[in-house]
């Protein structure tokens, strides 16, 4: 069986196919339009019912190119060869934290860190980049591969599972360097990074790098053949997890139900909010599909990363091209926070969970709101399984609760 995030998990006949690409290239340059200001700025009602808005005439996007049949993916035929293949140790990672890095031993109760919750500074940054997993020789590299988001989908569940690969070398924190760091220049991106031997590869996350317009192009003159990674969730959940994050720093603002409309009594949602429009990954995919094939990203179900994440880390390390060293040994489901965690490594530290930054308890929210959000959200997620090529069943699992 298939798992339900995987390639070619649905087939759509070609003339459907291509009914369902003109309207959602139409629902798509509405949005840019929207979001451009042409109904109000991010004021949207229903995506598909407004086609026959002026915007849609004229399609900005090359679509066509994006909806093409998705070609293998490079990275699987190509596995490398790290140390890991002449020494490869069953069990545990050899890699340690950095101090004050947001894992935390779970007994211990240790102070944790989450980089994403505060601007990483020039000397976190440094001081991450020397100490995480790496021994005091091998070169400082720019990264082959990177989590590029999205926020809240499960990229720091992700970053430390495969950090538990021996011939994979990463940065505890963010670096933001292809959105706020860019001027400082390629040099400073690279002191940032671990030092790696031959063959490894080095890795670093920044989830808001998939939402910024210039990181695409930016990535692409570093280096054209950089692996791109990125965790999907359902838009809807994203939007209160990115929502309870805010709430838990300024537990001021408004609620939920009163930042996700322009005006609830028309219905209209407000996608300029940010945590509303990150999960329209359809428009942001777009972007990068200028730059990267399609073959070059991997899509990684943040779902699926829960309920089973030796069978995504499988994917992820074929996709990377490393052998696959980081299996179902690696993990137990610790009932007490609710997910996955990394099994007690052998040097004898404590099994690792998330901090508690990681798997909040969500406000609830109103019934009709998140049936209002569905609505909102259904096409451009029917947009994005036509443009990956994978259906995440976001509707499905909704249709179940
Ligand atoms: N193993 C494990 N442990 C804890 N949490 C896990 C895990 N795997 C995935 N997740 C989900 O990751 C969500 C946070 O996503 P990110 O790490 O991408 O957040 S961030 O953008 O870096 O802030 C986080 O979202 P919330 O549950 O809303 O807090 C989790 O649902």
């Not at 996608?271 to 990203?297: D, T, V």
Request: charged share 25%; net charge positive; with cysteine.
């Amino acid at each position: 069986m298939s798992p339900p995030g995987g390639r070619g998990g649905s087939k759509v006949p070609p003339a459907r196919k291509l009914l369902c690409m003109c309207s959602l290239s139409l629902c798509l340059t509405y949005l840019c339009y929207s979001l451009m200001g042409g109904t109000g700025p991010g004021a949207l009602r229903s995506p598909l019912n407004l086609q026959s808005s002026p915007a849609a005439l004229r399609s900005p996007l090359p679509l066509q190119e994006a909806l093409l049949p998705s070609p293998t993916r490079a990275g699987n035929s190509s596995r490398r060869r790290g140390p890991a293949e002449l020494a490869a140790a069953p069990g545990w990672p050899r890699t340690s934290l950095a101090p004050g890095e947001m894992i935390t031993a779970a007994p211990s109760g240790a102070a944790e860190r989450d980089p994403q919750e505060s601007s990483t500074t020039d000397e976190e940054l440094s001081r991450g980049a020397g100490s995480t997993t790496t021994p005091d020789y091998g070169e400082q590299r720019l990264p082959q591969a990177l989590i590029i988001g999205v926020k809240k989908g499960g990229t720091r569940a992700l970053l430390e599972a495969i950090r538990a690969h021996p011939d994979v070398r990463a940065v505890g924190v963010e670096p933001h360097f292809f959105d706020r760091n860019y001027e400082k220049g390629l040099e400073w991106y690279r002191n940032v990074m671990p030092k790696t031997l031959e063959g490894q590869i080095t890795m670093e996350k920044t989830p808001s790098y998939f939402v910024t317009n210039e990181a695409p192009k930016r990535i692409h003159s570093m280096a054209k053949d950089t692996k791109l990674i990125v965790v999907v969730r359902n838009p809807v959940t994203r939007a209160i997890s990115d929502y309870t994050q805010t709430l838990s720093k300024k537990p001021e603002i408004p609620t939920f139900e009163v930042l996700a409309f322009k005006n609830r009594t028309l219905g209209l949602i407000d996608a300029s909010w940010s945590a509303i429009r990150i999960g329209i990954y359809a428009l942001h995919l777009e972007n990068w599909l200028q730059y990267f094939p399609l073959s070059q990203i991997l899509f990684v179900s943040g779902e699926r990363l829960i309920i089973d994440p030796a069978g995504e880390m499988a994917k992820v390390q074929d996709f990377l091209g490393l052998k696959r060293i980081v299996t179902e040994k690696h993990f137990y489901f610790n009932q007490t926070k609710g997910f996955p965690c990394l099994k007690k490594p052998e040097d004898g530290s404590a099994p690792r969970c998330l901090g508690k930054s990681k798997g909040r308890t969500h406000p609830k929210i109103d019934p009709d709101v998140i049936q209002r959000l569905r609505k909102f959200y259904k096409p451009f997620n029917v947009m994005f399984y036509q443009m990956t090529g994978q259906d995440f069943q976001w509707e499905q699992e909704e249709s179940n609760k």
